[in-house]
T-cell receptor, first 110, second 114 residues
Framework: RKEVEQDPGPFNVPEGATVAFNCTYS??????FFWYRQDCRKEPKLLMS???SGNEDGRFTAQLNRASQYISLLIRDSKLSDSATYLC???????????FGAGTTVTVRA | NAGVTQTPKFQVLKTGQSMTLQCAQD?????MYWYRQDPGMGLRLIYY???????DKGEVPNGYNVSRLNKREFSLRLESAAPSQTSVYFC?????????????FGPGTRLTVL
């Protein structure tokens, strides 16, 4: 079983729509959680960290559910520029390594 | 600041050839990483260096070697390239304080092995 699993999508949504997707992780000892964004043929870049109480950054909302071991990302009022692959990333305490999901592809159409 | 830089950006090798991918960071980070990314597979860790002077195997180390030359530089060497090593290679760096903080990635090297 993969450490981090994501629905690959693609999620194809119109501009202005809301899109949400989840990621599950297998290690209950995981301590840090992130969403990274990767544009086509580019390097991944941090979108936001995910905190226990949930957090927002503009149109983006991230939630963590430790009991069910998943994190979620919701994008409100989608823009064309939100089209990308979103990577779920998990880190265990005292571990230098990050575990990456394979990514969820979002395409926002005009 | 340049952040994380990688060279070369593109490379084509023949089976059996060797090459070294270079990576440097100017953020004074302790930890550096090499990943490969294949379609549908996500990022897989090849090797990492928690701090200057140490290196450790990741998920897919076979066929690769690394050198942490100093705090700034971390190179990845393919001694005898194989078609299965065709991939996009990313170098990354981060600070670590009990937990990994944000990882910063280089622009990637697109390698094709014929």
């Amino acid at each position: 079983r993969k450490e981090v699993e994501q629905d690959p999508g693609p999620f194809n949504v119109p501009e202005g729509a809301t899109v949400a997707f989840n990621c599950t992780y297998s290690n209950s000892a995981s301590q840090s959680f992130f969403w990274y964004r990767q544009d086509c043929r580019k390097e991944p870049k941090l979108l936001m960290s995910v905190y226990s109480s949930g957090n927002e950054d503009g149109r983006f909302t991230a939630q963590l559910n430790r009991a069910s071991q998943y994190i979620s990302l919701l994008i409100r009022d989608s823009k064309l520029s939100d089209s990308a692959t979103y990577l779920c990333v998990v880190n265990d305490a005292n571990d230098y390594k990050l575990s990456f999901g394979a990514g969820t592809t979002v395409t926002v159409r005009a | 600041n340049a952040g994380v830089t990688q060279t070369p950006k593109f490379q084509v090798l023949k089976t059996g050839q060797s090459m070294t991918l270079q990576c440097a960071q100017d953020m004074n980070h302790n930890s550096m990483y090499w990943y490969r990314q294949d379609p549908g597979m996500g990022l897989r860790l090849i090797y990492y260096s928690a701090s200057e002077g140490t290196t450790d195997k990741g998920e897919v180390p076979n066929g690769y070697n690394v050198s942490r030359l100093n705090k700034r530089e971390f190179s990845l060497r393919l001694e005898s390239a194989a078609p299965s090593q065709t991939s996009v290679y990313f170098c990354a760096s981060s600070e670590w304080a009990g937990l990994v903080r944000e990882q910063f990635f280089g622009p990637g090297t697109r390698l094709t092995v014929l």
